[in-house]
């Protein structure tokens, strides 16, 4: 018999509301946050119960206990909402078994052996049952359209089943909770609440295909009732704290990386960019400044400003930065590229409207806030607060711009600032591991129950009678 560990169970609930489909998603907006922060706790918990396998071969109890009733949760979210729409009994807020509940998960207490190297493999061989599962459920596309899959298909035609009828069509309810049943399977193999590869094939209907009842199942005692109120803020402490410890840790990183690029001029210089147009310039335009004076008044290394331009073709080049409506009033007329974006270093440019023909010449200009010129010109300027634009053009005016331009900013010395925020990040990222575990430990030992007998059972010894 090929029982699969898992044991995920349905019923089928009738009558269905005609209309309550239609604002399930709202009445699940708590059970879904509640979700996000169980999920979160699984994930971590996962990765504890990875290293715990690898290590010492066996899977904590408490961690075990903790997963199952996260599957558990999800799929009566899932059997109730938009999984299946099976029922209308609102699921409740346990990570416990109801067995009155018309969906399930059950995982049985014979266990195989969980191999050691197992959580080095378990995610790479779950990928082509997650390739097959996203494809069901809609997640994947070869085409612009929008994605819908067997499930978004399946739930419109029952929505709309049992908002004329009345009645849920049997074969996709059946349909539907197969389609679940192989996502949870898969899901209790990745967090290796089973080591037993999952099946490649949907088991549709209400219960397992080789099921048995209720009574014939090992039960498993439960810890006696505590509080749970301790490991539920622990958890939800925890998983709030992984933003700001992720956001802390990257923006740490991100400071080092910037710190490790400046000159000693303190300067960090951007890649090159090739800018060529037909016309007589190239403007980087609107460009806003502001506050400028706030960090150079306490910061004196930072807001000097560097561009380079350095000629394609051999002849010399201008490069020269300016109010905007000064550049707007010199360019009045004359056709010029300008450059609106960079796509991997590569620009876009808008052609603005007007004649191609020379330009004044450039240097000579009197509105010019820092300017340069030559086959390799470049300007240095103080920022200050405005709006301005970025004139590139040749020495002469003549039309048929080509060069490599790059820009450097001057800042300061970012090391302390990125280790400081690289050390808290790091003292949180723990902090909120540390507290989803404990907080995920405690709600498993809640329902987890003592570990099975290794060997059989003692047999009772028979009453001894004295002979007369």
């Known amino acids: 018999m090929n029982r699969y560990p898992v044991r995920v169970e349905a019923r089928h609930d009738e009558p269905l509301s005609r209309w309550l489909w239609l604002v399930k998603w709202i009445l699940l907006v708590p059970h879904y946050l509640a979700l996000l922060v169980l999920a979160t706790g699984s994930v971590v918990l996962t990765l504890v119960a990875y290293l715990a396998v690898l290590f010492t071969g066996h899977y904590p109890a408490a961690v075990r206990a903790y997963n199952l009733g996260v599957l558990r949760w999800s799929w009566r979210v899932g059997y109730y909402g938009y999984q299946v729409l099976g029922t209308d009994r609102y699921p409740p807020f346990t990570l416990a078994d109801v067995p009155d509940y018309p969906a399930r998960v059950r995982l ?96 549709q209907g209400t219960t397992e295909p080789d099921d048995v ?67 007589a310039a190239i403007t980087a335009e609107n460009l806003k400044i502001t506050d400028a004076d706030a960090w150079t008044r306490s910061i004196a290394d930072i807001g000097g400003l560097r561009l380079r331009a350095d000629s394609a073709t051999g002849r010399a080049v201008f490069i020269g930065i300016a109010p905007q409506r000064s550049v707007d009033a010199w360019l009045n007329g004359t056709a010029h590229a300008q450059v609106t974006s960079l796509n991997e270093g590569t ?43 970025v004139v590139v053009a040749n020495a002469d005016g003549s039309p048929g711009v080509a060069a490599d331009v790059r820009g450097a900013f001057q800042v300061p010395a970012l090391a302390a600032w990125g280790g400081s925020l690289l050390a808290v990040g790091i003292t949180l990222g723990l902090l909120a591991i540390g507290l989803i575990v404990l907080g995920g430990i405690g709600l498993g030992r809640r329902h987890s129950g003592p570990p099975p007998p290794v060997g059989p059972a003692p047999q009772p010894i028979p009453p001894v009678t004295a002979g007369v």
């Not at 990745?190 to 590869?197: E, F, G, H, K």
């Not at 910037?258 to 037909?278: A, M």
């Open 347 to 389: 620009p876009s440019y808008d052609r603005a409207a007007g004649d191609v023909r020379a330009v004044t010449d450039p240097a000579s200009q009197t509105f010019w806030l820092a300017s340069a010129t030559g086959p390799d010109a470049t300007l240095e300027w103080n920022a200050v607060d405005g709006e301005y634009a």
């Open 213 to 279: 009842p209720d009574d014939d199942l090992p039960l498993r005692a439960a810890h006696p009732a505590r509080s749970a109120a301790g490991s539920v803020v622990a958890l939800v402490a925890g998983v709030l704290l992984l933003a700001p410890a992720a956001g802390t840790t990257i923006g740490g990183g991100f400071l080092l990386a910037v710190d490790g690029r400046r000159d000693s001029s303190g300067y960090v210089t951007s890649p090159s960019v090739y800018l060529t147009s037909s016309t």
């Open 108 to 203: 049985d207490d014979s266990r195989d052996p969980l191999p050691r190297w197992l959580p080095l493999v378990a995610w790479l061989f779950a990928v082509p049952h997650i390739v097959i599962v996203a494809a069901l459920n809609g997640s994947v596309t070869w085409t612009p359209a929008a994605p819908i899959g067997v499930v978004s298909a399946a739930l419109l035609i029952a929505g709309v089943a049992l908002l004329f009828t009345g009645r849920f069509p049997r074969g996709l309810a059946d349909l539907l909770v197969g389609i679940a049943r192989w996502n949870l399977r898969v899901l209790a193999y990745v967090t290796l609440l089973s080591p037993r590869y999952p099946p490649f094939r949907l088991d």
